[in-house]
């Protein structure tokens, strides 16, 4: 208990008379600079607190549009972000190393390997999205789709490229002694030691390894990537950026399809997001997750009309010892 963050300088979001769905017109304050996990049954209103209203609310206010419901604290919060399991990408052209922004930092060294000085080649030759480098017979993409009219388009590798996704000319160019596809197609554990020169790699390198991913290729297309896999890559992503101290992050249930040490290290990935001052809500019912908070909401008793009230505004503390403060 004595390790539990409190709300930073008392300031909080606060949900005034939610009503959405099967919420009881109730009013929920969300600490700043602290982990506040909500819980309850299903059908509590959880999703309606949180994402319909408070996520949504956030959203209108931020861009200067009217919203229906009140909330306070818009002068604490300069942006609010969900990290959700859908895919990074929608091709194949997408990768981790796109996502993360690990891509124009090993495009710029490509381009300065003196074989590319010589050659004239720039930054956008080393990009499987630019016409130059790529190849154009599968568009950069490494497979080709073919449609298969009464079944699901099917994905060949590319003849042309052999799934290489650039062209013979580009491919002919080497650091270190591996050219762009073979530098793509290393795990973020081989690439964390053959960056281990390079700190602004090694930065982001470091956070995918521990979150996990050691084992995904850095080049590996997002289209191949598990949910669980994708959020862990928006999170990495979100702790290599200049924190601002002023980010809510909003995750429904993220510990679905997770083995307990992958939770373990969503955990501690979600706790050094609130270390560097931002607030992070989370929807859960595990409880690994649940003891973890700073703080707790509880919606129910039940589900449908029967939810939708607060049980409890508390540490996990005081809610394991049976009182239900709000």
């Known amino acids: 208990p004595a390790l539990r963050r409190k709300a930073r300088d008392s300031k909080c ?15 929920v304050n969300f600490p700043i600079g602290v982990f506040t996990c909500v ?17 949504n609310g956030l959203v209108d206010l931020l861009e200067d549009r009217t919203t229906p419901w009140d909330i306070r604290g818009l002068e604490h919060v300069d ?17 981790p190393a796109t996502y993360t922004g690990l891509m124009d930092f090993i495009r710029d060294l490509f381009s300065q390997v003196p ?8 930054k956008g030759r080393f990009s499987f999205n630019v016409k130059g480098g790529r190849c154009e017979e599968c568009g950069g993409g490494g497979v080709n789709v073919v449609d298969m009219q009464l079944f699901g388009d099917a994905e060949m590798v590319c003849e042309s490229c052999d799934g290489k996704r650039f062209n013979a000319a580009t491919l002919d160019i080497h650091y270190k002694g591996k050219n762009i596809h073979q530098v793509l197609d290393q795990t973020c554990e081989e690439a964390l030691e053959f960056f281990k020169d390079i700190p602004k790699l090694q930065r982001i390198l470091k956070l995918l390894n521990d979150l996990g991913m050691g084992y995904v290729k850095i080049g590996q297309p997002s289209t191949t990537l598990s ?7 928006k ?10 101290g002023r980010t809510v992050y909003v995750l429904d249930e ?11 290290k969503l955990l501690e990935a979600l706790q050094s997001l609130v270390d560097q001052g931002n607030t992070v809500v989370v929807i859960e019912h595990n409880l690994d997750v649940i003891k973890s908070a700073d703080h707790l909401i509880e919606l129910g008793p039940g589900g449908g009309e029967s939810g939708g009230h607060v049980l409890a505004e508390c540490t996990p503390e005081k809610l ?3 009182s239900t403060p709000t």
């Open 13 to 27: 979001l606060t949900v005034g008379k939610a009503t959405h769905n099967n919420l009881k017109a109730v009013t």
């Open 39 to 55: 819980t309850g049954v299903s059908g509590s209103g959880k999703s309606s607190l949180v994402l319909d209203t408070l996520r």
């Open 79 to 95: 942006k609010v972000i969900e990290l959700d399991q859908r895919p990074i990408g929608r091709t194949p052209r997408s990768n």
């Open 115 to 122: 074989e590319s000085r010589v050659r004239g080649y720039e």
């Open 227 to 233: 949910g669980g896999e994708a959020q862990r890559i």
């Open 235 to 244: 999170i990495a992503s979100e702790l290599g950026k200049r924190a601002t």
């Open 254 to 264: 993220p510990t679905t399809g997770l083995h307990f040490d992958d939770i373990r």
């Open 320 to 322: 394991a010892r049976g």
